[in-house]
């Protein structure tokens, strides 16, 4: 249960903050999202969907110092 709150708490914050952003900010972060799912090599372009953007674009911003 404790882990679900936590990650439902991550999950809004990391939802507000990408709310925040200024469209410049929202594309650069689509950009790189982008970039890095394309330099996988076991991913191939016509499988990267919305949902595989959302998740790398979240997991750029969990990590962001």
């Not at 970039?35 to 911003?61: C, D, G, M, T, W």
């Amino acid at each position: 249960m404790e882990e679900n709150r936590k990650a439902d708490e991550e999950r809004e914050k990391i939802n507000a903050y990408k709310e925040s952003l200024s469209p410049e900010q929202r594309s650069e972060l689509r950009e790189k999202a982008l970039s890095e799912i394309k330099k996988l090599e076991n991913v191939r372009e016509e499988f990267i969907s919305e949902v595989l953007i959302e998740a790398k674009e979240n997991e750029i911003l969990r990590n962001k110092p």
